[in-house]
C-alpha cells in the first residue's frame, strides 16, 4: 500500500464530455503529479502541483486542468474528451518537487473513452 | 531531446535464469535515474534510485547499477512473482520541476 488513492478505478465517457479524476496523495506530501498511460508505453508527464500551484506541464494541450486541495487531495479535469485520451491515468504523490526519490504511484484509473 | 530507451521490449525466461534489463539514456542535467515494478492494470511500484555512475543497489533478487549512459537491472534466479513490466525512469534537473521521463517498459515473465 502507497497511501495514495484514486478514484473511480475505471470510467466509460463519450467523445467531446467532460471528465474528473481525483487522488487523494499521503498525508505530508506537498506535492502531486499527474501521468498519463497508453497501453503498451511508459507513463508521460501531465503537470505537477506544489502547495495548490502548478508547478511544471508536459506537452499536453490546455483542455487537460488541474487542481489541489490543501487537505492532500488533487484533481485531473479533461474537457472535450477525444478518443486519444483513452488511457491510465496516475497520480504520484511526494514530498517536495524534484525530490522524487520515492514518489508513490496511485492504482490508476481506467479511462475509455467512445 | 531527452529520451529514455529499454530493451528487451519482452523477456521470456525460466525460473532461475539469471538475465538483465538495460535502460538507456540520452539527457541533459540528470538528478537521478528511477527504476519501478508494474504489474497488469496497477500504478508503478518503487525499486530504486541511482544518482550517480558507479552506484549500485540490491533488493531481494534485483540489482541495479548506474553508468553515465545506461542502467542495468540484474534479476538474478528469477521466481514467476517476479513476472512484471520493468519501468526505468529519468528525473531531470534544471527547470523541469522534477518530473519524471519514463522509458516504455521491459515485460518480464518468468515460467515456473
Known amino acids: 500500500e502507497t497511501g495514495v488513492t484514486q478514484s473511480p478505478t475505471h470510467l466509460i465517457k463519450t467523445r467531446g464530455q467532460q471528465v474528473t479524476l481525483r487522488c487523494s496523495s499521503q498525508?505530508?506530501?506537498?506535492?502531486v503529479s499527474w501521468y498519463q498511460q497508453a497501453l503498451g508505453q511508459g507513463p508521460q508527464f501531465i503537470f505537477q502541483?506544489?502547495?495548490?500551484?502548478?508547478?511544471g506541464r508536459g506537452n499536453f494541450p490546455p483542455r487537460f486542468s488541474g487542481l489541489q486541495f490543501p487537505n492532500y487531495s488533487s484533481e485531473l479535469n479533461v474537457n472535450a474528451l477525444e478518443l486519444d485520451d483513452s488511457a491510465l491515468y496516475l497520480c504520484?504523490?511526494?514530498?517536495?518537487?524534484?525530490?522524487?526519490?520515492?514518489?508513490?504511484f496511485g492504482q490508476g484509473t481506467r479511462l475509455t473513452v467512445v | 531531446e531527452d529520451q529514455v530507451t529499454q530493451s528487451p521490449e519482452a523477456l521470456r525466461l525460466q525460473e532461475g535464469e539469471s538475465s538483465s534489463l538495460n535502460c538507456s539514456y540520452t539527457?541533459?542535467?540528470?538528478?537521478?535515474l528511477f527504476w519501478y515494478r508494474q504489474d497488469p492494470g496497477k500504478g508503478p511500484e518503487f525499486l530504486f534510485t541511482?544518482?550517480?555512475a558507479g552506484e549500485e543497489k540490491e533488493k531481494e533478487r534485483l540489482k541495479a547499477t548506474l553508468t553515465k549512459k545506461e542502467s542495468f537491472l540484474h534479476i538474478t534466479a528469477p521466481k514467476p512473482e517476479d513476472s512484471a513490466t520493468y519501468l526505468c525512469?529519468?528525473?531531470?534537473?534544471?527547470?523541469?520541476?522534477?518530473?519524471?521521463?519514463f522509458g516504455k517498459g521491459t515485460k518480464l515473465s518468468v515460467k515456473p
Open positions: 541511482l544518482y550517480s
Open positions: 539527457v541533459s542535467g540528470l538528478r537521478g
Open positions: 498525508s505530508g506530501h506537498n506535492t
Open positions: 525512469a529519468v528525473l531531470l534537473g534544471g527547470g523541469s520541476q522534477g518530473n519524471l521521463i
Open positions: 502541483y506544489y502547495r495548490e500551484e502548478e508547478n
Open positions: 504520484a504523490s511526494s514530498l517536495e518537487p524534484g525530490v522524487n526519490t520515492e514518489a508513490f
